[in-house]
């Protein structure tokens, strides 16, 4: 399997949540001072999918929404993005579609996440064994749909069927421990997951838990992309990241911004960085756009609304003095 060529079919699918995100207006309020709430789309796999369509690719989401007024606004909302939601399902009874808070701003930042009885966690085995993987030419999902059941087997199954069907895993780990029934099980779903994956993308700490330990999270992303993966991103927040793919090590720096919130940034980045591979660029050229995405999502109100097309991100390039420069990070 080629994945950049598989990639370059421009026609992704998608699994994992859909979700509404609420944050005070105007930015810079508190959560517990709020009057004012903008309301917009959110997820981790919707806004990846909306940011891919954004750029001019195909997307698809799989998933379950609630069956009520909020379930009803995600199936609206990735309407008018552009997404394909044929297999995004309601389900009935007492499951909630996850709703997020977050406040616009840096200082003393303020998230709540509400995922008790979390729709998109009774995605099903059915679910995804409905979908047609040929019609594709790669899978993405974040790693929030392997914290419970039956979402976990579920994912796992479709990464059994993508794989028949010849298309590449492509997988943001996306560790969030309020999801998970304990850090040991996290631990080793996440790590079977990322085994099976083309390609992984991860911050150093999600890393280096995977690995058991901060300081180990470099050598276990290079481990993957020695053995399993063909591309390897391991992002450093400020310090840039250093991409490992065909037995290279290739670093890069982030684009200095004045930033308005710390959330999307790795959706953002995942989008970008997916659609310039897409678009048959080179790989740092790809990594620098997705980390160019990244900062302009931190600088914007809102998830998805902040996700940039390219006229946009051409334009951010253009004005921008350039990537800062990453440091060398320690060896692990």
């Not at 995004?88 to 009874?93: E, K, Y």
């Not at 996850?98 to 009774?122: K, T």
């Not at 989008?271 to 048959?280: D, Q, T, V």
């Not at 995405?293 to 931190?298: E, F, K, R, S, T």
């Amino acid at each position: 399997m080629d994945v950049l060529e598989a990639i370059q079919s421009r026609n992704f699918l998608v699994i994992g949540r859909v979700g509404m995100d609420l944050s005070p207006a105007p930015a810079g309020t508190a959560i517990e001072d709020a009057t004012d709430l903008m309301v917009a789309m959110g997820g981790s796999s919707a806004n990846i999918a909306a940011g891919l369509v954004k750029f001019g690719a195909r997307a698809a989401l799989v998933t379950r929404v609630s069956d009520d007024a909020v379930g009803r606004y995600c199936l609206n909302q990735l309407a008018a993005y552009g997404v394909d939601a044929t297999h995004v399902t309601p389900v009935a009874g007492e499951f909630r579609n996850s709703l997020a808070l977050y406040e616009s701003r840096l200082a003393d930042h303020n998230s709540v996440i509400y995922r008790n009885g979390a729709a998109d966690f009774q995605m099903s085995v059915a679910d995804v064994e409905a979908v047609d993987y040929s019609q594709y030419g790669a899978l993405i999902t974040a790693g929030t749909v392997f914290a419970a059941e039956p979402s976990r087997s579920a994912t796992f199954r479709a990464f059994e069927l993508a794989r028949a069907a010849g298309l590449p895993i492509i997988f943001d780990v996306d560790y969030r421990p309020y999801s998970w029934p304990s850090p040991q099980v996290a631990e080793e779903v996440l790590s079977r997951a990322g085994a099976l994956s083309d390609i992984i993308v991860a911050n150093d700490e999600e890393f280096g838990f995977m690995a058991g330990g901060i300081d180990k999270g470099l050598a276990k992303a290079r481990e993957l992309a020695q053995t399993s993966a063909g591309i390897v991103v391991y992002k450093m927040g400020p310090e840039g990241a250093i991409t490992f793919a065909n037995g290279t090590e290739l670093r890069t720096g982030i684009y200095p911004v004045t930033a308005l919130k710390p959330t999307g940034a790795g959706d953002s980045f995942m989008a970008g960085f997916l659609a310039s591979l897409a678009e048959g660029r080179e790989l740092r050229e790809a990594v620098l756009r997705g980390s160019a995405c990244a900062a302009i999502v931190v600088a914007k109100p809102g998830c998805a609304p902040a996700m940039p097309d390219a006229r946009e991100l051409d334009a951010f390039l253009a004005r921008h003095p350039g990537p800062r420069n990453a440091p060398q990070p320690a060896e692990g």
